[in-house]
């Protein structure tokens, strides 16, 4: 029954029926999930089976060896190690990433074919896994952190420029546009107009890639670039399972830390 008011009966809305593009990429949602599924050989009944080894690894795991002079003081220098890495990996490549970021966006860059030379150098550096860039460094200037900072240099160029491009594209483009038509350059409207409106993204997304880099240090270390990655890698080559144990918590504690202590910066600079 129709409900009557001044301007006549009210008509229920209809239902309106889902868009055929809906059902097109629900199905092609499912079916590359299937493919994937069949193509990992995902299996949670072989997960299950192979408890009896899981069960055996962590036997061997714990309790962790806490002995200071062998284990615990060397793993805290190869934390630290890593800390440094990391830190330096993100400091290093400030000077690039900005460089090319202001190549790389639109707000900055009016020059069609510089706007894509830029994007296509932060598009590969960002390609190439750090791992990849480390084996290479390794082979150039030996096994060490100082191919582990020079990997997270090049990859870390390529992603935290190509974030500060797309933070550099969303500001307010009216201060950009006042300083053109009063004949500032390039150079001026960059400084004055946009990189002073993206101070506190630029700061965030810092701190988020250094918090990043530290943990990508780790494995980093596993492929020979120093670090406590070297000392968890030599003590699985070992089966010193338990020294293994005894590094993997020294990095969670690096880890908890850093990530702390950058959540607390930021609180600091998004309460300004």
């Known amino acids: 029954m129709d409900v009557l ?39 949670p009944a072989a997960l299950v089976e192979g408890w009896r080894g899981m069960a055996d690894f962590l036997g061997q795991a714990l309790p962790p060896d806490l002995s200071w002079s062998r284990v615990l003081s060397p793993g805290i220098h190869a934390a630290l190690v890593t800390l440094y890495i990391g830190l330096l990996g993100t400091t290093l490549s400030v000077p690039f990433a900005l460089g090319l970021a202001l190549l790389s966006a639109r707000t ?25 860039f480390a084996l290479v460094f390794v082979t150039a200037v030996g096994l060490g952190p100082f191919a582990g900072v020079l990997a997270l240099i090049f990859h870390n160029t390529g992603v935290m420029g190509k974030l500060w491009a797309e933070a550099m594209e969303e500001i307010d483009l009216g201060p950009r546009d006042a300083l053109r038509t009063n004949g500032a350059s ?13 101070v506190p993204q630029f700061v965030g997304l810092l701190l988020y890639r ?25 003590s699985i080559k070992l089966f010193r399972f ?12 690096l880890v908890v830390a ?14 300004q």
């Open 5 to 43: 008011t001044p301007s006549g009966p009210l008509v229920p809305p209809r239902r309106r029926r889902p868009s055929p593009t809906i059902g097109v990429v629900i199905t092609v949602l499912v079916a590359a999930h299937v493919l994937a599924w069949q193509g990992t050989e995902f299996s």
């Open 108 to 132: 900055t860059t009016p020059n069609r074919w510089a706007y894509q030379v830029g994007r296509s150098v932060l598009s590969f550096l960002r390609a190439v896994p750090d791992v990849v």
């Open 186 to 198: 390039g150079l001026q409207v960059a400084l004055h107009a946009v990189l002073p409106a993206v």
């Open 210 to 234: 250094f918090d990043v880099n530290v943990r990508s240090s780790l494995v980093l270390g596993l492929v020979g670039a120093g670090g406590i990655g070297f000392l968890v890698n030599q």
């Open 242 to 253: 338990d020294e293994m144990a005894t590094h993997l918590m020294v990095v969670m504690v």
């Open 258 to 271: 850093v990530d702390q202590l950058s959540a607390y910066v930021r609180r600091r600079i998004g309460a």
